[in-house]
């Protein structure tokens, strides 16, 4: 037994050595495909400056609206900036773009890319990542344009409507404000730093709020891809009816 205990660790000697027998790689590939397609439409999408509105309907990639002229690149590339932190520094996407790009490690019980050099997050740029719960405050914030937004797509020249694209641009907005309400900084916020959850009324109130974001908290992940996914499919769905590509369905 002293033997096998000893020689655990030569497994995680070397990038990808394992003693797991399922497909580990997986997560990590997809998550990887995954961040790499979303990341580089969003990037792409936000340098053209065109294309970004169609009637009510604005893509979130462009809300709010913004005129700089002293910025001579497209407004999307500051509106960003708050969600990008946001998203950059979520503990959520740490794991997943730590696994997926850095290998560091790639899964769990799986040999990582830099073995002995583990140095946490006090060290720059990844120190950086204590900012995360400024780019919550920023988040908040974005999400009353976002609504704002949703607002707008109720009406067609003056008169309330719904179209499919109101739809959109609700489901990204709606995903969006669960991804940022299930995050980890709200959660803590609400009921972080009590020493004594039933002393006051306070506490007991801070409590209950606590515990049910603790189980929004719960599917955050999910929250992240799904409100990354909703946000791109607005985009894509207002780019493509700014091009003449489609039309849209009006339902009411």
């Known amino acids: 037994m002293a033997q096998r205990a000893q020689a655990a660790p030569a497994a995680t000697e070397r990038l990808g050595s394992t003693d797991r027998r399922d497909a580990w790689w997986l997560a990590p590939a997809l998550t990887a495909l995954g961040l790499t397609v ?23 990639l462009y809300s709010p609206k913004v005129v700089a002229p002293w910025w001579p690149l497209s407004p999307a590339l500051l509106i960003l ?22 290998l560091d490690p790639p899964a769990c019980a799986v040999g990582e890319l830099h073995l002995g050099k583990y140095a946490g997050e006090r060290k720059f740029p990844f120190v950086l990542q204590n900012l995360h719960r400024f780019a919550f405050y920023l988040a908040f914030v974005w999400l009353f344009f976002l609504w704002h937004d949703v607002w707008k797509a109720l009406w067609f020249d003056g008169r309330f409507g719904i179209g499919l694209g109101t739809l959109v641009i609700l489901a990204s907005t709606g995903t969006l404000t669960l991804y940022t309400f299930s995050c980890h900084s709200f959660r803590h916020l609400a009921g972080g730093g009590l020493d004594c959850f039933s002393c006051s009324a306070a506490a007991r109130t801070r409590h209950g709020l606590w515990t049910k974001l603790t189980v929004l908290n719960g599917h955050h992940m999910g929250f992240a891809w799904i409100s990354f996914f909703a946000v791109t499919f607005a985009d894509v769905y207002v780019r493509l009816l700014s091009l003449g590509v489609l039309h849209d369905v009006r339902f009411l």
Request: net charge positive.
């Open 81 to 102: 900036i708050p969600p990008v932190l946001f998203r950059a520094t979520c503990y959520y996407y740490r794991k997943a773009y730590y696994r997926a790009f850095f």
């Open 38 to 60: 979303l990341g580089a439409y969003s990037f792409w999408a936000a340098l053209q400056n065109a294309h970004y509105e169609f009637g009510p309907y604005l893509s979130p």
